[in-house]
Structure formats: structure tokens, C-alpha cells
């Protein structure tokens, strides 16, 4: 089970395979959300996020399902 959340003021995201990864950063921390799509990504709906914040933190969370969703709701909270 993956959760994702944008609030006003932090974005949460938790994965999990056999144990949780788990990313809480606060919005003002955050310079870029990017998305990464293959063409196959893109028909079914899957891709990469990559989060980018102040002093390089950067983290990649892989085939996450409706990926520009998540990118457009942090682009409109901020």
C-alpha cells in the first residue's frame, strides 16, 4: 500500500514493498516535483517522481500510479 499526501504546508509519501519508505518534507523545502514517464508509462498510467529540495536532497519514488496528478495537486497547493 502507497499513501500520498500534499497538505499546505508538507508533502508525505510512504511506500512499501516489505517495509516502508517513508519522505516528509515541508512545501517550503521543496524547489521541484518531477515527473519521468516511458511511452508505456505513459498508456498505463505509471511513472517515476522525483522530489528536489533545498541542499540537494533528492528522492525518487519509482512507478507511481498517475504520477502528473500528483505533480499538478503540488503545483496548485503551492
Known amino acids: 500500500m502507497d499513501v ?3 497538505t499546505n504546508k508538507r508533502i508525505i ?3 512499501s ?3 516502508w519508505r517513508t519522505l516528509e518534507l515541508n ?9 519521468n514517464q516511458t511511452v508505456v508509462g ?3 498510467g505509471f511513472g517515476d517522481v ?7 536532497t533528492r528522492e525518487t519514488f519509482i512507478d ?10 503540488f503545483q496548485e497547493t503551492i
Open 4 to 6: 500520498f499526501a500534499i
Open 13 to 15: 509519501m510512504k511506500t
Open 17 to 19: 514493498l516489505t517495509a
Open 27 to 35: 512545501l517550503s523545502k521543496v524547489e521541484s516535483v518531477l515527473v
Open 42 to 44: 505513459r498508456i498505463l
Open 50 to 56: 522525483v522530489i528536489i529540495g533545498t541542499g540537494g
Open 64 to 73: 507511481i500510479r498517475k504520477p502528473a496528478i500528483f505533480r499538478k495537486k
